[in-house]
């Protein structure tokens, strides 16, 4: 019974091929609510269907992905899609298409500035080159790989990638393609190595069928042998069937004048076959060693079962290109779609911002209208109050401070006139003393209400005069010192300079009345920009029981709390007064 009987009996009588298994991640896939989720599960069952071989349902799952990706969408999930189209263009024979798509992977990962990925996609680039025979430039695209190729890839990623063996054994077959076997050997050596550092599934057994592609280029049968068997056990160890294919090819090869063994390796590749999903690539190698090798054989019944085999994988590469590229049309009809979708929603949007912009600068420009009208009609009662203010303290200066001044002019000469009996010179005395303190408080308020006097220098000026008037008469010495030159003109409004001269002015006359003190300290700085701290410092004998609490001390607590200062007193050398008041 010849070879094509007993293949046309075996395709007749098995019942049918290998089916697809329904694999963990299409639950996941159905159980998704995100669409990120779903995009990353679609794509895990396009690497999956590449990985068993079955190249339509991993195309099919990839187009699935491309539909949920947004077309603006820029990130790593972009060069997975054009990385795994570029590596399935290339299964199916379309390996300008599959270069292209390497290019648009290299394009995105610069921009992402991965150097995993544009290694990635220079592979991808060079073997789709190898395959075309464009072997000088396979050869810069795999160079440029291995340069970009990270030392080590740690993280574990969606996309499966490529290892240094898989760049280092592609160099080696393009050295095989030009004959150069002693750099072939080399190159292949050192994928070796890195495929058994990593116990690589699918390197070793490539590694492994290289070797035997050098041996079998050099003549050495028995080595070659030796290798092709070693990659077959490797190959069936981890299921990469379409390496196991390619194995049986070339031990027909070793095996050309062998015309038994010949036979028996090519049952083998077509019981495999039919056995197991193995794309249309590796299959059309397998039976063109064996086209070859029939030929030199001259088996004219197996050669022309080759042949129609041959023609009819082409023809469905053919029909597989043509709705490949109606895919491609749609993919991208679709792509441009989504843009023109996205195009509309940006333009909407931005006819609604320019909306709310335009409503936003209305509503800007009433507020500010609004505001200018409030400030000026806030300014103008201010400037009001403040002519108020001014002619009130006018008022008050003019007239009854005129008065006041001839009511002390009129008791300083009854207490001076020898005619007045010793009864009118004390009620004098004491209308003297009542005019003296009416008057002073009195120069206070007219003082609290000038704006001119709004100044940290202003008020430090007030108090020296205050106090030096108070003590000039008297045994206490009087110091005043001041460190506010530089800041001079620091702002202090009326009220909180009125507030603050009454405290200074208490604690002055609790001094002179009970401290029995020769001399009193005081000293205005400023610790900051925000904080004025003065301090009043007598050298008496303190403050005792009976009067350590008095309505005079309640009163000066109140106004340091109304200001929101801080006061504290030492009575350890005389009486020490610090207060520190933001301004």
Known sequence: MNILFKWMLFFYCCIGTAQNVIHPEWNKFKACQSINCKIAQSFLLAEHYLETD??????????????????????????????????????????????????????????????????????????????????????????????????????????????????????????????????????????????????????????EQTFGQIYLDEKKIDSAVFYFEKSIL???????????????????????????????????????????????????????????????????????????????????????????????????????????????????KQRKFTVLQLIAALLSVIILSLVIIIIRRKNKIQMTLLHQKNEISKDLHDDIGSGLSSILIHADLMMKNKEASEKQKILASKINLTGKEISQRLNAFIWSLNTEHNTVQHFSEYVKAYGTNLLEETPIAFHFTSNNTEKEMLKMNGHMRKQLFYIIKEILNNSLKHAQATKIEVTIQLISSKQLQITIHDNGVGKNKENAIGNGLKNIQNRVEQLKGTIKTDNTVGWKTMLIIPL
Not at 142 to 149: G, H, N, T, V, Y
Not at 152 to 168: A, G, M, P, T
Not at 176 to 205: C, F, M, V
């Open 54 to 207: 079955d190249i339509q349902s991993s195309q099919k799952w990839l187009n699935h992905t491309k539909d949920l990706i947004s077309p603006k969408q820029s990130d790593t999930t972009i060069v997975f899609i054009h990385s795994l189209q570029s590596e399935l263009f290339y299964y199916d024979g379309l390996f300008q298409f599959g270069t292209n798509e390497a290019d648009k992977a290299i394009l995105k990962a610069k921009k992402l500035k991965d150097s995993l990925w544009i290694a990635n996609g220079f592979f991808f680039k060079g073997i789709n080159q190898m395959e075309m025979n464009e072997l000088k430039s396979a050869e810069k695209s795999l160079w440029k790989a291995r340069d970009f190729q990270p030392n080590k890839v740690k993280q574990k990623l969606i996309r499966s990638v490529i290892q240094h063996e898989h760049i280092f054994n592609n160099i080696a077959q393009l050295k095989l393609k030009l004959h150069q076997t002693d750099s072939a050997a080399w190159y292949n050596e050192k994928a070796y190595r890195y495929a058994k550092s990593t116990n690589s599934k699918r390197g070793i057994p490539n590694v």
């Open 234 to 348: 490797s190959a069936q160890k981890s299921q990469y069937f379409d390496i196991v294919l390619l194995n049986y090819g070339f031990m027909m090869q070793c095996f050309e004048n062998n015309q038994l063994e010949l036979n028996r390796w090519f049952e083998k590749g077509m019981e495999l076959i039919n056995q197991k999903i193995i794309n249309s690539t590796f299959q059309h190698y397998f039976y063109k060693i064996a086209l070859d090798v029939f030929k030199k054989n001259n088996q004219m019944v197996n050669l022309a079962f080759v042949q129609e085999k041959l023609i009819q994988i082409n023809d469905e590469t053919r029909l597989k290109g043509n709705i490949n590229i109606q895919n491609i049309s749609e993919q991208y009809a679709k792509s441009e779609n989504k843009l023109l979708l996205l195009q509309v929603k940006e333009l909407q």
